[in-house]
């Protein structure tokens, strides 16, 4: 019998915590015990020893475990004290350590970004004589790298967050593979080294991007652990968004339409006037949107009589 | 580290488990130099060492735990089983190696002082 799945290790690690305060300090030490107890249990199954008998010699080398439980237990501490450090205490008893391999390849995924970028924009200014191929194959490796980090950062487990699965983590990999990508392409086009017709591509790469981050975005599901929600709950008051899910709706919605008429006078601009001066239509697109983004956020009337549309009233 | 010789009956071993007990902070530290490891780990690699003769209590080295993560000589983190209980694992701090370095010359340097004053030579009086 496995020392996960024996029963008795759960019944009894509850009977020592018994009338305990489940403090978040306690539970850690009560799932530390229970972790150590399964080893011990293994082992002595492996020596040939019955479960039930093996849980029992378990819990008697244990020794008393009562000084050091009350010790963890809630009351009879400075509650005060506790709680100007219940943020830090909680994110060292949660502490999740990246892996090795994770940091390694977001450095790796960085020199791709930056030597990508650094090759393209080159090629495309004529200072390297690159043909178009292998610019745009530059373009290829920074967005790939982009999309590493995120997808990658994504898929893995951090002390406030779980991770996404490994089909969400490619989804919103491939998204900013199709988002960074078209955008490069279309900075391809500004500079002049790509035809633009070719700005047709690079548009439909940003917007499928745009179109795969709405839907990922919409169908997230809470991934932050249950200590950081409580540490985020204790913080809440400042942040409008959290409190007004409808302001936050709203916000969202002048975003998908600055975006759209932003890109719709980049694509119409570039095609009627130039692309040299089309950009100015997504430098106003992003203008627009912060200044949305401060209205939204620090309304200047008092939150909670605000009416609809606080944040354009005063375009 | 309480000294509850009073109360317990003679060991029978040949060394004074009191002695030990009160250097379970630099053991501990000892065992997580070289690699970062779990409790029940940590408990095993001292009760191997000692020949299985002696074990100090998984109780007494939680307490240990939670004062060498408080005093910033170890870091805890959660592992990442994917199955069975998880594992909380202990990994040395360069505070830690500081302190289990000194507790090392420390001691190395009273064994040398109290044979002295003993008049052991080679172990033997």
Redesign the interface.
Known sequence: MSGAENPSIHRRLDEAFGGVTMTPEAQDLKEEIRGNLAARVNELAAGGLDGPAAVSQAIDELGDIRELVGEVAGPGRAAGARAANAALDARLLHRVRPKPAYVVGVVIASIAIAAGLLFMVLGATGVLPLPIGPIIGFAGVASTGAAWIVGGTLAHETTSNYPVSKDRAGGYFFATLLGVYGLAVGGLVALGALPVWVVVFAALGVVAAIVLFAFLGATQTNRKKAWAREAAREYQGQDRFSQDPVAAARFGIYSAVIWIVAFGLFTGLGFMVGFGISWLALLAGLAVHMIVLARMLFPSDVPGVSTPGTGLQEE | MVNDAGRNPPQPEPFSADLLRGHTDTIVLGVLKDAES????I??TIRDATGGAY?I????L??TY?RL?KDGLV????G??T??????YYRITDAGRAVYLQNVRDWTATAHIINKLLNVKGGMP
């Open positions: 779990y409790g029940f780990e408990y095993k074990e209590k998984e109780a007494t939680y307490a939670r993560v870091e805890a983190s959660w990442d089983e199955q069975g209980a998880r594992r909380k």
